[in-house]
Nanobody, 126 residues
Framework: QVQLVESGGGLVQAGGSLRLSCAAS????????MGWFRQAPGKERDFVAA????????YYADSVKGRFTISRDNAKNTVYLQMNSLKPEDTAVFYC???????????????????WGQGIQVTVSS
């Protein structure tokens, strides 16, 4: 059984920063890529960022490029999302996700991922 547990969310003013963490437990020997998605009220779940677990290649949505940074600690089986210059439109529930193997849909497609965290709220006030 694989579990993904997010932490670090909360309320922040516009222009502020937050750092999300996602710790994987259980069978963690196979990880191809880990990613972050977010879902605002009344909207679909959107891709935010992803990182290749072995090579470290990173991928970002255009809306967060230059403001958000994804990183990983392989020894701790943890992925991070550093969010700077936050905007009210970043308000959403953020989800961590893990893919066990390569999928042709690519890192930006939710169908690539096998496991999901429970989600954590990020609220940015204006």
């Amino acid at each position: 059984q694989v579990q993904l547990v997010e932490s670090g969310g909360g309320l922040v003013q516009a222009g502020g920063s937050l750092r999300l963490s996602c710790a994987a437990s259980g069978r963690t020997s196979r990880t191809y890529i880990m990613g972050w998605f977010r879902q605002a009220p009344g909207k679909e779940r959107d891709f935010v960022a992803a990182i290749n677990w072995s090579g470290g290649s990173t991928y970002y949505a255009d809306s967060v490029k230059g403001r958000f940074t994804i990183s990983r600690d392989n020894a701790k089986n943890t992925v991070y999302l550093q969010m700077n210059s936050l905007k009210p439109e970043d308000t959403a529930v953020f989800y961590c996700a893990r893919a066990l193997s390569y999928r042709s849909w690519g890192p930006r497609d939710s169908r690539t991922y096998d496991y999901w965290g429970q989600g954590i709220q990020v609220t940015v006030s204006s």
